[in-house]
């Protein structure tokens, strides 16, 4: 089972500064299989970056992921006051077929 | 336009059933994978399970046995069948349609139905 750890748990940054997320898998897996999510408080998740780099449609360029093997990167290029909000990355694949990190918060 | 309608979320006592629903409109259930994701209050995201197109299904570890997901073509619904309750299947459950076959993500998800197991 992949185990993913994402960190920090928060992030207190004030509108206008760049936020850096990190996601670590257990195991190498392929960056196909890696996306982040958005949950803002009271709200369902929203799908922001798939296939570790790629963004979903209706998703500001603000918002970028890199990474391979063990460890991914969300990064959001000045923050918006919409942008605070609970960060997840997530595996697809496997056993279970899908595996989510526990979460950063960015607060300001 | 695309989107999901979860229902039937409640107030249960431990042991009892319940039945979710999530409606979808905008695409069709049957030739997509659908996911039911959960999240108790306060917590992370919980993958529960995934029925394929092609009608094959999976199920967590933690509720196998007592959760049964299906589908109904005709209403272009997918259900959540929830049996055995316990106190920690308290949550919000998300459904999803499940891009499992290209973007390996859950591009759609409904708004969530809360359940509330009670001990």
């Known amino acids: 089972e992949i185990v993913l750890t994402q960190s920090p748990g928060t992030l207190s940054l004030s509108p206008g500064e760049r936020a850096t997320l990190s996601c670590r898998a257990s195991?190498?897996?392929?960056?196909?299989?890696l996306a982040w999510y958005q949950q803002r408080p009271g709200q369902a998740p929203r799908l922001l970056i798939y296939g570790a780099s790629s963004r979903a449609t209706g998703i500001p360029d603000r918002f970028s992921g890199s990474g391979s093997g063990t460890d991914f990167t969300l990064t959001i290029s000045g923050l918006e006051p919409e942008d605070f909000a609970v960060y997840y990355c997530q595996h697809y694949g496997g056993s279970p077929p899908v595996t989510f990190g526990p979460g950063t918060k960015v607060d300001i | 336009e695309v989107e999901l309608v979860e229902s039937g979320g409640g107030l249960v006592q431990s042991g009892g059933s319940l039945k979710l629903s999530c409606a979808a409109s905008g695409f069709t259930v049957s030739t997509n994978y659908m996911s039911w994701v959960r999240q108790a209050p306060g917590k992370g995201l919980e993958w529960v399970s995934i029925?394929?197109?092609?009608?094959?299904?999976f199920y967590s570890d933690s509720v196998k046995g007592r959760f049964t997901i299906s589908r109904l073509n005709s209403k272009n619904t997918v259900y959540l069948q929830m049996t055995s309750l316990r106190a920690e299947d308290t949550a919000i459950y998300y459904c999803?349609?499940?891009?499992?076959?290209?973007?390996?993500?859950?591009?759609?998800w409904g708004r969530g139905t809360l359940v509330t197991v009670s001990s």
């Open positions: 195991q190498s897996v392929s960056s196909y299989y």
């Open positions: 029925i394929y197109s092609g009608g094959t299904t």
């Open positions: 999803a349609r499940d891009r499992g076959y290209d973007l390996y993500a859950f591009d759609i």
